[in-house]
């Protein structure tokens, strides 16, 4: 037991001692005060929120080499905002999160790549890009002390892999600056997991099947430039699952010519993949530091709210017998009895509601945060193998304006066949 609490207890017995003989009405004023104090004991306690550590999970890696013709591609779309599933008591920003969609995007790609099971792993802007793999993913909650996504994971047959929800709860040993070396980002242990789900996913594939899977990526990509000539070397069930019907011939002149197409098809791709790279070094400390802050915003608030809820019931309880005391009172000395009862209550319902407006302030000054952010993250110039391309406006103002320049170099890519 805490020292606050030893002397509040203390006082509490003294104070039921000494009036212990007065009449029934004092007895309320005893037991308004005695509320009043289990109410500071238990915001004491509440002050602290329990610390935890994180232990990194170990990334799994092949159980057997692969040979360079069975390694997947993969594509992440840049996640999905999840705005849409936030509430008015949600702190949430649109700046901010729609910047998280690509920096959590990109940190998945790098843990993939580290795992070493991948071929090329690549942040894409949506998934009309063709590739052997795709995850998607929404931001279900994301703040300095929680993050939660929910991850689907699809090949280019339209089989599905699996779909799961993945969390973390960062303790406050995360953001210590002496210990964030080694502890790492407070939720690498969502990537990781996903990448390990990926890979066992992965070894229960035959390499008959993986084969399949690259043959049809090919013939995907071909499909959009020439429909007819692509589309009978495949066949898609009513569950919207593709198989290979046959191989076009490797002298096909068309499809060379489509090859050489996705050959640029994939430096481009490169090109944006430096785009997202650049984007999230840019993001990275501003992004930590933000984080280490709406920590301890989120946690205060939290705290704050939930102290001034116990305060404000406790409050219009003593406001409500101190009333019933005044009315009930035969003598002088029990109707200041519960005047005085009234005025604790009073007392207490004001520190509870001003407890909400504390509470209120740490909330604007995540806000501010996520301000700010945005324009410390925005990146500017994208150099292309041609052209030299200047994003202005804001992060989603930016995005816009790539994707329309990808949609312009496909329809280029159409023309020249």
């Known amino acids: 037991m805490s020292i606050e609490r030893l002397r509040a207890f203390k006082l509490v017995i003294n104070a039921d001692e000494q009036i212990n003989s007065l009449s029934k009405s004092n007895t309320l004023f005893t037991c308004s005060i ?31 080499p692969i040979p360079e013709n069975l390694l997947l591609d993969i594509g992440i779309p840049t996640l999905n905002d999840g705005l849409y599933l936030s509430d008015d008591d949600d702190l949430v920003f649109p700046e901010v999160r729609y910047a998280e969609s690509i920096y959590f995007a990109n940190q998945l790609a790098k843990m993939l790549e580290k795992s070493g099971a991948w071929g090329a792993v690549r942040v894409i802007p949506n998934d009309e890009v063709v590739t052997d793999v795709f995850i998607k993913g929404v931001i279900l909650h994301s703040d300095g002390e929680r993050l939660s996504l929910e991850i689907s994971v699809s090949d280019i047959s339209g089989r599905k892999w699996f779909s799961k929800k993945y969390t973390k709860v960062a303790g406050r040993l995360a953001y210590d600056r002496k210990m964030r070396s080694s502890l790492g ?104 530091d933000y984080r280490a802050a709406t920590y301890d915003s989120v946690v205060r608030s939290r705290q704050l709210d939930r ?19 005044r009315t009930q009172a035969e003598t002088r000395l029990a109707s200041d009895a519960g005047s005085a009862t009234a005025a604790v209550g009073g007392f207490i319902l004001k520190s509870g509601l001003e407890k909400k407006q504390q509470a209120a302030s740490f909330d604007e000054s995540i806000a501010e945060m996520g301000s700010s952010l945005e324009s410390e993250i925005a990146p500017q110039v994208i150099a292309l193998e041609d052209q030299t391309i200047t994003l202005t406006g804001t992060v989603r103002a930016q995005y816009d304006q790539w994707q329309s320049l990808m949609e312009k170099i496909y329809i280029k890519e159409r023309g020249s066949l």
């Open 34 to 64: 005695f509320l009043y104090l289990l109410i500071l004991c238990a915001s004491s306690i509440a002050s602290v929120d329990k610390v935890t550590s994180s232990t990194p999970i170990q990334l799994i890696t092949p159980t057997y």
């Open 185 to 288: 980002d407070p939720f690498q242990n969502v990537f990781t997991q996903i990448a390990n789900d990926m890979l066992i996913t992965r070894e229960q594939l035959a390499d008959e099947n993986v084969e399949q899977l690259r043959s049809i990526s090919e013939l995907k990509f071909a499909e959009k430039f020439s429909p007819k000539a692509f589309s009978e070397y495949m066949k898609t069930d009513k569950k919207g699952v593709t198989r290979l019907e046959r191989l076009p011939a490797k002298e096909d002149s068309l499809l060379q010519r489509v090859t050489k197409i996705r050959q640029r098809d994939y430096i481009y791709i490169d090109t944006m993949q430096d785009y997202y790279d650049s984007f999230s070094q840019q993001m990275h400390f501003a992004y930590q």
């Open 307 to 325: 102290q001034g809820n116990k305060r404000i019931i406790a409050g219009i309880g003593s406001i409500l017998a101190g009333i019933y005391g």
